[in-house]
């Protein structure tokens, strides 16, 4: 639909035509035909591909014929060129009975009042709700059925709609809205529903369309990207308020503007970017999504932000294709089907360009091209907002302005566009940049070629230098009084000072998909990185192999007097470097993707059991490789040819698996602990060392007073236990280290044994889970 920029004084008019109904803007260009991708589109054989063109020229509506075979007739007279307006009916292709349009003026939209909870505080400072899309009339006594699928009675061609979403039912007391189980959910008044009555003026929220009721009418408002952004007096506070991270920070960000944010380091440009995606609300003040309090419809309006990490938020070792098929996989309904999901994908690659590297692994792109691939992901759900944190850190200045131009498209598209930055390159693209001073206060916002001038400077190291040197300088105040102010803050603020009218508490994510299918999604996709990784590939295969050579030299061809202990404790050794050197790294380095994806809808639990299963999968199989390796051809000795309960090999077998699968979950909360993956591998190392001194194989433990006591905490203390059970290691080796009661060749004991594996496995994994609840988003935590 092509903008126009001439006749700002035409109506707005209501168009009926083919069953269908929706509001025309003065502002743009329709075009009528059979033509899928009109505007308005007329199935009837008598129209042609391409009919008819319905404009405003010099303040007027006038509808154009194209050349159509069958003609175009306004008031029963065929024409080529005519003015219509309100009361106007057009028929195509026929005079008498050809598709008609009827013309009406737009009523004004009854919007939610300044008390309603989401109140749109100045409806005509929006785009969305500045008028209606559509207007459609409510039968008084049905049910109207809302989703994705063309047999609902309303239908929204939005992908994060359900194919049933939901029905607005009318009752004796009036309307109420039902969600039908949607994955994205329904909102009314920003906050998810299962249902609810609906009264004049509330907001009800279905992906990206807000409807209100008026009347026995229901008018639609979509929210096409084109949004504005008010940002009143944020305030940050920490360490109980005594440090301030942010200072009354106020702003506009007009409609498909970018807006840069620059500032030394410490301004308070991180802090700034949490507060205006959410993440970590501001303690005083509003941000207003195109009217809406930002804070209090977070739930709602959540879906419509996206956010570009400075670090990569896809796993690298996939090609470009499958990287963004999963994570379309996890943001759209399961009911999406794959078609619709590829053809997204291969639409926001085609608009980044990178269709020519979709089946490349993200790893071998250039940094230019591997931020363009998250911010592809970003687009995936097609964000009204979309911010970025240091998109050029690292890059060289051509790829830096080719980023930044990549960005100054996206906020022609359509799109709300900020972007932190410590690069000050490529300003010049942007409408807006926001100079930031230590102490979190804007030093100017403006258009970008004015703000070296306006601090009296030729090169922006000396104004960042300034703001070391000149502390006592109150930069703030300053540009409080400054022109810049008055002009770009001031007069451009749209919207009137607001306050937030609701408790702000903690937002649980999204449900985007059901626990089994994120489940299902994330197995996949962790199993393709894993299989792409060929180190890892090769760490996996050989490490069982080398670790099992070394206990089967040990061994020799029996276990002996001379032999069993030291073999057992190389089996304890290898099952706990398998487990932990698979899973030391995995939740540290995925930290930056799981944080963005918890944020749009992924399950916690979701998340960390696929860990669970595939790499527990993979080190299991590991042990048992490990356990034959080293076993192989040896004579166990254990007492009459048998084991506890089983044959001594799969007991023996049984043991090394479940201490490598509770090395792998200790690997595991290593890898939730630590703050940088660099500290991983010492940190395997005394893991190793702490499994070999508190087994008992080499410290007796029994009766030492706070050693026996931590030992039980030890994996590997278990699991000798239960292997020297098995072949009843004292008999064979008759000393006081051996005479361990954990040692015993009973059932309860090896059961003991074997069980404190799995309560440690489940406590550590309970561990794990709350610890990864800590690198969660602040809103969802409070």
Not at 490 to 505: E, F, V
Not at 731 to 737: F, K, N, T
Request: charged share 20%; aromatic share 6%.
């Amino acid at each position: 639909m092509a903008q126009r920029p001439d006749s700002p004084t035409a109506p707005e008019l209501v168009v009926e035509a083919d069953g269908g109904t929706q509001v025309m803007s003065p502002h743009r260009t329709y075009h009528v035909g059979r033509d899928p991708t009109s505007e308005v589109v007329l199935s009837d054989a008598r129209v042609s591909w391409h009919h008819a063109v319905l404009r405003t020229t010099d303040g007027h509506w006038m509808v154009e014929d194209e050349d159509s075979t069958n003609g175009t007739y306004a008031e029963g007279r065929r024409v080529r060129r005519s003015g219509v307006g309100p009361g106007s009916v057009i028929r195509f292709g026929s005079p008498a009975d050809g598709p008609c349009a009827v013309l009406t003026g737009v009523p004004r939209p009854k919007l939610p009042s300044a008390g309603r909870p989401s109140a749109v505080s100045y409806p005509g400072a929006t785009h969305t709700f500045r008028s209606p899309s559509s207007v459609r009339p409510l039968p008084a006594a049905r049910t109207t059925r809302i989703g994705r699928a063309p047999d609902n009675d309303l239908v929204i061609d939005d992908l994060a709609v359900s194919r049933r979403h939901a029905e607005l039912r009318a009752g004796p007391d009036g309307y109420a809205i039902v969600d039908l189980g949607s994955h994205n959910g329904t909102y009314l008044n920003g906050q998810p529903v299962a249902g609810a009555p609906v009264m004049p003026g509330d907001i009800i929220g279905i992906g990206h369309s807000a409807f209100a009721l008026v009347g026995e009418e229901l008018q639609e408002f979509v929210d096409t990207g084109e949004v504005s952004l008010d940002v009143q007096d944020l305030s940050v506070r920490v360490d109980k308020g005594r440090r301030t991270l942010l200072a009354g920070v106020s702003f506009p960000v007009g409609e498909k503007s970018l807006l840069a944010v620059v500032g030394p380091s410490g301004a308070g440009k991180s802090t700034l970017l949490n507060a205006l995606t959410g993440l970590r609300p501001a303690d005083q003040g509003s941000v207003l999504y195109d009217g809406r309090d930002l804070y209090r419809d977070y739930a709602e309006l959540r879906q419509r932000i996206g956010l570009v990490p400075q670090d990569d938020i896809l796993h690298s070792q996939l090609t470009v294709r499958r990287a963004l098929g999963y994570a379309a996989q996890l943001r759209f309904p399961e009911d999406t089907a794959k078609a619709e999901r590829q053809a997204r994908v291969d639409e926001v690659t085609r608009e980044l360009g990178l269709d020519q590297r979709v089946n490349q692994p993200i790893h071998s792109l250039s940094g230019g091209q591997r931020k363009r691939v998250s911010v592809a992901l970003e687009l995936l759900t097609k964000p009204s907002l979309l911010f970025l944190d240091e998109p050029t850190s690292g890059l060289d200045p051509g790829m830096d302005r080719s980023v930044m131009h990549m960005l100054r498209g996206l906020a022609d598209d359509g799109r709300t566009v900020i972007v932190v930055t410590h690069s000050v390159l490529s300003l010049d693209v942007c409408d807006r940049l926001l100079v930031l001073a230590p102490g979190g206060r804007i030093a100017y916002y403006g258009p970008p070629e004015e703000a070296l001038p306006y601090f009296g400077f030729a090169q922006w190291p000396e104004a960042f230098e300034a703001f070391e040197n000149d502390q006592e300088r109150n930069w703030a105040e300053q540009f409080l009084g400054s022109p810049q102010h008055r002009r770009y803050i001031a007069a451009d603020s749209r919207q009137p000072r607001h306050a937030p009218q609701s408790p702000r508490g903690s937002v649980a994510p999204p449900a985007a998909q059901s626990w089994g299918g994120q489940l299902s999604t994330l197995v996949r996709r962790y199993a393709a990185a894993l299989t792409a990784d060929r180190t890892f590939l090769i760490i996996m295969v050989a490490l069982p192999f080398v670790m099992g050579a070394m206990a089967h030299a040990l061994a020799g061809s029996a276990l002996t007097r001379d032999s069993a202990l030291n073999a057992l404790l190389i089996l304890c050794v290898g099952a706990v470097l398998t487990g932990a050197a698979n899973a030391v790294r995995e939740l540290v380095k995925e930290r930056t993707i799981y944080q963005r994806e918890r944020a749009v809808g992924l399950s916690r639990s979701a998340y960390l059991m696929s860990k669970v299963l595939v790499l527990g999968v993979i080190t299991v199989v590991q042990a048992v490789v490990l356990t034959m390796v080293a076993l192989f051809g040896v004579h166990l000795n254990a007492p009459g040819g048998k084991g506890v309960l089983l044959p001594p090999l799969i007991e023996i077998t049984l043991a090394v698996a479940l201490l490598a699968f509770t090395a792998m979950m200790l690997g595991l909360f290593v890898s939730a602990v630590v703050r940088k993956e660099e500290v991983t591998m010492p940190l395997l190392v005394l893991l190793a060392i702490v499994q070999v001194v508190f087994c008992g194989a080499l410290l007796a433990l029994r009766g030492v007073p706070g050693l026996e006591q931590l030992a039980w905490l030890v994996p590997s203390r278990w699991a000798l236990g239960a292997m020297a059970g098995t072949i009843d290691l004292h008999r064979i080796v008759p000393q006081g280290l051996t005479s361990d009661p954990l040692f015993q060749h009973t059932p309860g004991i090896w059961l003991l044994n074997t069980v404190m594996l799995l309560v440690l496995s489940a406590a550590l994994g309970f561990l794990v889970t709350k610890l990864l609840r800590r690198r969660e988003p602040e809103i969802m935590r409070k």
